[in-house]
């Protein structure tokens, strides 16, 4: 193909490109850990404040594993379980220390710190549902969206300390992990076409009954 800029500058990014600043990240309610000081809860002030507070995150990724077979030394490959990669955020550390005392005492209350006994077996009582990052569009408006479920910590991260890190605010990572992810759309609603069911195309002109599909 012949090198043509007005080509690009027509069919290229026609919407001038997604921009990876613009996110937000949104923590629901999380268990039985409303009970903490400040709670973590649906009209807690630092349900906003992680919103505002989380610099970094990722809209994730979709794996599927591989299974190699062999035949006289060459591999083919055939699909295997899907699998999730942690999810890592980094927060932006106050003096307050607000949100970083959450996730410790979060950690803690799966296994805890000293006696290593979880406060609760119960799932439901440490992982978090509806977890959402959003995409916004340099209009303003939603365009993209992932939802976690069964989200908790498995490493609060360190904070580095240094004579020499002047001129900046302390962060942390938090490296989560989780049950599965679905795309969602809107307000946090299930993107229907990716989740809806896949109708297999064999690759037939004609199938048994003699009706047309696509030839693949």
């Known amino acids: 193909m012949q090198f043509n800029i007005q080509t690009f500058r027509s069919s290229g990014l026609v919407e001038g490109g997604a921009r990876p600043s613009l996110f937000e990240v949104i923590f629901p309610f999380v268990g039985t850990l409303n009970v903490l000081?400040?709670?973590?809860?649906?009209?807690?002030?630092?349900?906003?404040?992680?919103?505002?507070?989380?610099?970094?995150?990722?809209?994730?990724?979709?794996?599927?594993?591989?299974?190699?077979?062999?035949?006289?030394?060459?591999?083919?490959?055939?699909?295997?379980?899907?699998?999730?990669?942690?999810?890592?955020?980094?927060?932006?550390?106050?003096?307050?220390?607000?949100?970083?005392?959450?996730?410790?005492?979060?950690?803690?209350?799966?296994?805890?710190?000293?006696?290593?006994?979880?406060?609760?077996?119960?799932?439901?009582?440490?992982?978090?549902?509806?977890?959402?990052?959003?995409?916004?569009?340099?209009?303003?408006?939603?365009?993209?969206?992932?939802?976690?479920?069964?989200?908790?910590?498995s490493i609060v991260g360190d904070i580095a300390l240094g004579w020499d890190q002047g001129n900046r605010i302390e962060t942390f990572d938090c490296r989560m992990v989780f049950d599965f992810f679905e795309p969602a759309i809107g307000s946090g609603g299930t993107d229907t076409e990716q989740t809806a069911p896949v109708i297999y195309d064999t690759g037939h002109e004609t199938d048994t009954t003699g009706l047309q599909s696509r030839v693949g």
């Not at 490959?77 to 955020?89: H, L």
């Not at 006994?117 to 799932?123: F, K, L, N």
């Open 37 to 153: 000081e400040p709670p973590l809860t649906s009209n807690s002030n630092n349900k906003e404040r992680i919103s505002f507070l989380c610099t970094a995150a990722s809209l994730p990724a979709f794996r599927v594993d591989a299974i190699p077979v062999y035949y006289f030394g060459r591999p083919i490959y055939f699909n295997g379980e899907r699998t999730f990669e942690p999810w890592v955020i980094t927060i932006l550390n106050d003096e307050d220390w607000d949100l970083r005392n959450f996730f410790e005492a979060w950690s803690n209350k799966i296994n805890s710190l000293i006696g290593n006994i979880a406060e609760t077996s119960d799932p439901r009582n440490y992982k978090a549902e509806h977890v959402l990052v959003k995409q916004y569009g340099k209009d303003g408006s939603l365009i993209r969206g992932y939802n976690f479920y069964g989200m908790w910590p």
